[in-house]
């Protein structure tokens, strides 16, 4: 499985800006589909995830309210619809893929697939 993410830029504190992840491959069989971030000196965090199968979704805590995770199993993307952005939100996004289940992890080890990621920078 191939993952290529997208949509990453630099906007200022209070916009919106969405990413979107093309899956490619042995999709079929995939679980979960989620995003994970990685700001300066952190360790990479979870965002959000949303399962093929039944569009259930999970948030981080951090996100949560202000991001909403989608998943277009025919085109095999899911996007990162992600409103009044912070400084807080900068970070390198990638997604990831999951072939486990059944419930949707938070934890990168549970992860299989990974894309390279893209750059989201908020100016305060």
């Known amino acids: 499985v191939q993952l290529q993410a997208s949509g990453g830029g630099l906007v200022q504190a209070g916009d919106s800006l969405r990413l979107s992840c093309t899956a490619s491959?042995?999709?079929?069989?995939?679980?979960?589909l989620a995003w994970f971030r990685q700001a300066p000196g952190k360790e990479r965090e979870f965002v959000a995830a949303i399962t093929r199968k039944y569009g259930s979704t999970k948030y981080a805590d951090s996100v949560k309210g202000r991001f909403i995770i989608s998943r277009d199993n025919a085109k095999n993307t899911v996007d990162l619809q992600m409103n009044s952005l912070n400084s807080e939100d900068t970070a390198i996004y990638s997604c990831?893929?999951?072939?486990?289940?059944?419930?949707?992890?938070?934890?990168?080890?549970?992860?299989?697939?990974w894309g390279k990621g893209t750059q989201v920078t908020v100016s305060s």
């Open positions: 990831a893929a999951d072939r486990n289940g059944p419930v949707i992890s938070t934890s990168r080890s549970q992860y299989h697939y």
């Open positions: 491959g042995r999709t079929l069989g995939l679980h979960a």
